[in-house]
């Protein structure tokens, strides 16, 4: 007898025997016979419970998710019966033995439905939402998708190489997760960001090509597209230009998604952050529609409409985006619409209908016929089309523009679900100002290197450098972020200085690292992508839980297991930690 998984068997196992073990997914009693679908991780197979045969009381009391071991004969299904959405649907099996294993409680939501259950008892009851098809079908891609990648990088020669957990902050511009030493009062490891400096370590090292499945834990105020923890495709490699690494890791993408989804990409685009920024608004766009923006500021040369004339005179930006068959909308409907922009940030919106009877717009006296054909025309507008504008500072201006660009490729149902629009984003600024305490950070992080020809702006503007750091973009997604590092010690400590680090603090945070450029350290860069959003975007999710086993809550709590949970007071006193004071 052998056992058979619940997806494997077909019409031309009829006539033999097997043993199935798995949940019952669903229960019907038929004229007289019980029909019961029972399911593993492969599929769903129809067993049958005839009354001749002894287990058939025992199938009367069988309840969803009860586990059981049957044995019996395949047969072909009576002709008409057969369900052709099944693997297995030409076959069922005359149940001749049941055991059961053991009995499930009334699950607190139905595990046998593709839709997503409420998101609190899913996490909750992750053991029961992880049995759902769906969520096993993610986690296998998932699975592919690392294991597609494990073998691109051993072909190219890369070794996989753990780096520690318990280490000293590695700085990702999040705040750090700590862990109190017991052996050494008063000190904690931190949890790494990222591998970041162990991987350039490794170059040091002299292993050249190193890749890794890394965890990484930053502690910040979680988005739909974040979690505390994750896990990342980390690469380095030493001799390299910037080219090589997004050769590397463009060409990775592609074997992933041939190998797992057998789909061939197109080369990836590559456009400069400037570049993105201007036409789409952010610097992770969605390519699977147009819709690129265009500066209107020379249209309105002396115009008389005080919002435009203002902008202008100030240096700020006039950006027009197009809406496809926008100039349907009712006047209602425009005005929801500039409430979605104010929402995203704008002052206001100005928009356009480009009628068939003529113009409209919520600017009439001011927007004339030949300022709305010179912008039409700039961004590809027809009659039937409006055009929306966004006046502000050209950074604000592009930003909302950027957002309604999004929002209306999703009204007008323009972006495919299923297509993949990869591309790369290169020379970003060296320096951005962090939103929290409005200094200038690393737009990356400290060990990228400034572009070819930037050092010398380190003096006089270091807000105009740029770096060799790119990005891989996804469907407005970021994927993954890299550069080329700094590998001489007095750029590193130039840099630092330029961040605002006194010596002191360099030596205590990052003596270490200094230390070891010291000792040859040869010219490195790499990258690191995102799997948890990779796989999110190839399972075609809008979410990360759908691909995380066991995710975090968006206040960064586990349900399931009550994460994060007082300590007992002798774990605290082990780790020299007093309780906080009583609220
Ligand atoms: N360590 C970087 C990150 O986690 C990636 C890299 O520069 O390789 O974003």
Redesign the pocket.
């Known amino acids: 007898m052998t056992r058979r998984s619940c997806g494997a068997l077909r019409a031309s196992d009829a006539g033999s025997s097997a043993e199935l073990c798995g949940w019952v997914h669903r229960r019907r009693d038929h004229g007289g016979l019980i029909f019961v679908d029972l399911r593993d991780r492969d599929g769903l197979t129809q067993i049958v419970f005839d009354p001749k045969n002894a287990s058939f009381a025992q199938a009367e009391h069988l309840r969803s998710e009860d586990v059981l071991r049957v044995v019996g004969a395949v047969r072909k299904r009576p002709a008409g019966t057969e369900n052709e959405k099944l693997a297995t649907g030409a076959v069922e099996l005359a149940v001749e033995e049941l055991e059961i294993l053991n009995r499930s409680q009334v699950p607190p939501f139905q595990v046998n439905v593709e839709e997503n259950p409420d998101e609190q008892l899913r996490l909750e009851y992750r053991y029961l939402d992880l049995r759902r098809q769906r969520m096993q079908r993610n986690l296998t891609v998932r699975h592919r998708i690392v294991k597609a990648m494990r073998d691109f990088f051993d072909e190219r020669d890369f070794v996989e190489i753990e780096t520690p957990l318990l280490i000293k902050g590695t700085p990702?511009g999040a705040r750090d997760y700590l862990v109190p030493s017991r052996l050494y009062p008063g000190t904690f490891y931190a949890l790494p960001?990222?591998p970041?400096i162990l991987k350039q370590i490794c170059m040091i090292s002299g292993f050249g090509r190193y890749m890794q499945i890394a965890r990484?834990m930053r502690d910040e105020d979680l988005r739909a597209d974040r979690q505390p923890e994750f896990t990342?495709l980390?690469?380095?490699m030493s001799f390299v230009t910037q080219d090589e690494v997004l050769e590397t890791m463009e060409s990775c993408m592609r074997y992933v998604w041939k190998r797992v989804l057998g789909i061939e990409l197109a080369p990836f685009p590559r456009m400069t952050f400037a570049e993105v920024v201007e036409k789409y608004g952010t610097d992770k766009p969605d390519l699977r529609f147009g819709l690129e923006l265009r500066s209107a500021n020379d249209v309105f040369d002396g115009t008389e409409f005080v919002v435009f004339k203002s902008v202008i005179e100030s240096g700020g930006a006039i950006v027009a985006l197009r809406y496809p068959d926008g100039a349907s909308l009712s006047r209602r409907e425009f005005d929801a619409l500039t409430e979605t922009a104010k929402a995203l940030g704008a002052k206001g919106m100005v928009w356009v209908a480009l009628g068939e009877d003529g113009l409209k717009s919520s600017a009439q006296r001011f927007v004339e016929e030949r300022h709305a054909s010179e912008i039409a025309r700039r961004v590809g507008a027809e009659r039937g089309d409006a055009l929306l504008l966004f006046a502000d500072a050209r950074d604000a201006a592009l930003a909302v523009a950027g957002k309604m660009r999004t929002e209306i490729g999703r009204r007008a149902a323009l972006r495919r679900d299923d297509a993949f629009a990869f591309c790369w984003v290169t020379e970003f600024p060296y320096l951005e100002i962090d939103e929290e305490t409005g200094k200038p950070v690393p737009a990356?992080?400290p060990f990228t290197e400034p572009g070819p020809g930037q050092w010398e702006l380190i003096e006089s503007d270091p807000r105009a450098m740029r770096a060799q750091h790119y990005d891989m973009v996804l469907n407005g997604y970021e994927l993954?972020?890299?550069?080329i590092r700094i590998h001489k010690s007095e750029m590193q400590r130039r840099i630092f200085d330029m961040l605002g680090m006194s010596k002191e603090q360099v030596e205590e945070q990052f003596g270490f690292f200094l230390r070891a450029l010291d000792y040859g350290a040869p010219p490195h860069g790499?990258?690191?992508l995102g799997i948890d959003r990779i796989a999110m975007l190839a399972c075609g999710e809008e979410n990360l839980h759908e691909v995380i086993a066991f995710p975090k809550t968006q206040t960064a709590r586990d349900l399931m297991m009550g994460a994060p949970s007082a300590p007992s007071e002798k774990q605290l006193r082990e780790l020299h930690l007093r309780p906080p004071p009583r609220a």
């Open positions: 990702e960001q990222s970041q990484c990342q980390d690469v380095e990356h992080h993954g972020s890299g550069s790499g990258m690191a």
